[in-house]
């Protein structure tokens, strides 16, 4: 189903011819396939835009799509697959005249982005960690330096296109026909060609080579954080520099820990008989087995906090110290008496009074317990 052309633009119904065109022209240029090389859907995202601004930048169509939609102009006879627009090429050209394409590929062209993701747990992430990763980027073929010729043998002039590495072309649009330059499609804008293509990259002067490199996790970094490395991405090409290499952090669960910010939340099974009486028990940190103190009377899902026991902030100075781990108490009740532990159970709770209970609301509750135990 086709988006609603305002949404594809990212401007208001009530939107002047002029913000149309802003809108239009800077999705152009953040969708042309030179700043979008590793994005594959680039060039459907700016048809649907190019399809959008054919429609709002004409007065009858846009009325007419204002009152009835797709399905208006659609009765009306629009068709954007007849509007001769034969590729993300042509269209580009088409709006701006067809000199930001051919000017990237005569000149220095820096070399795209590559993304990837690496797996540390938790405590990686809480005091950082060096992780290897692998990943495939283009590179410059070293047999031939980056040429795409066969070392010892000659570049020539392309003679398709004289050496100027463009040709012009003549392409149908909404305005007309328009007189458009494109990249010579035997040299790909050069100007020059190898007599004898590289055995190596066929001419291409780059290959596909994998990389290692080591990335330093810092200490704090949150699950779904991404780290950029500059200048460690695809080559560039005609001198052009390199891409960045981006990572993309996942930590992965621990299962006695919640995070929270830099805090770190788990739970203590506390008996029953101890969360009345306190006591001194262990808990899991990341740091080991610590002891932490059960003040008598822990109700359940009190709080007691281990200070400095969570994750440093991501960006630490003197005066940010770790989180805190928060241990909530999970007051366990117990199960299958035998007769000895019932009887001692009931003779508690007949000494039992509504003193006892932390809270005054909760008045007369200990009355009905010992009712149900014939106390």
């Known amino acids: 189903m086709a988006r609603d052309y305002y ?23 953040e969708l042309h396939p030179d700043v979008n090389r590793e994005d594959p859907g680039a060039e459907e995202r700016f048809k649907e835009a190019a399809e959008a601004y054919e429609v709002l930048s004409d007065p009858t169509r846009r009325a007419t799509y204002d009152r009835y939609g797709h399905e208006g102009l659609r009765q009306g006879g629009y068709s954007p697959a ?56 283009v590179a410059r073929c070293e047999r031939c330096k980056g040429n795409g010729a066969e070392p010892g043998t000659p570049i ?48 291409e002067g780059r290959t596909t080579a994998e990389r290692r490199v080591s990335v330093d996790i810092p200490a ?13 991405g695809h080559d560039g090409e ?51 087995l610590e002891s932490v103190h059960v003040p008598p009377g822990t109700q359940p899902h009190d709080e007691l906090r281990l200070r400095g026991r969570g994750l440093p902030p991501l960006r630490r100075t003197a005066s940010h110290s770790r989180g805190d781990l928060r241990v909530v108490v999970n007051v366990v009740i117990p199960r299958r008496l035998d007769p000895e532990q019932r009887e001692l159970l009931q003779r508690l709770a007949g000494t039992l009074s509504d003193d006892n209970l932390r809270e005054p609301e909760h008045a007369g509750v200990f009355s009905k317990l010992r009712r149900a135990f014939g106390a």
């Open 7 to 29: 949404d594809v633009l990212g401007v208001a119904r009530g939107a002047s011819d002029g913000d149309v065109k802003k809108a239009f022209r800077r999705l152009a240029r």
């Open 82 to 137: 007849a509007e001769g627009f034969g590729s993300f090429a042509d269209i580009f050209d088409a709006f701006f005249g067809g000199g930001f394409a051919g000017a990237a590929r005569n000149g220095p062209v820096q070399g795209g982005d590559v993304a990837v993701s690496v797996e540390v747990d938790l405590a990686e992430a809480a005091r950082g960690a060096s992780v290897e990763v692998s990943y495939r980027a």
């Open 156 to 203: 020539e002039t392309c003679e398709r296109c004289g050496g100027q590495g463009r040709l012009q072309a003549v392409t149908r649009s909404p305005f007309g026909q328009v007189v458009r330059t494109v990249a010579c499609d035997v040299c790909g804008g050069d100007g020059r060609v190898a007599r004898t293509p590289c055995k190596v990259c066929g001419g």
């Open 220 to 232: 704090g970094i949150a699950d779904g954080q991404r780290i950029r490395l500059s200048g460690r």
């Open 238 to 288: 005609r001198g052009g520099p390199a891409g960045d290499l981006y990572v993309l952090v996942r930590v992965t669960d621990d299962e006695r820990f919640v995070r929270d910010g830099d805090d770190l939340i788990t739970v203590l099974d506390v008996p029953a008989p101890l969360a009345a009486l306190g006591a001194d028990l262990e808990v899991d940190t990341l740091d080991g």
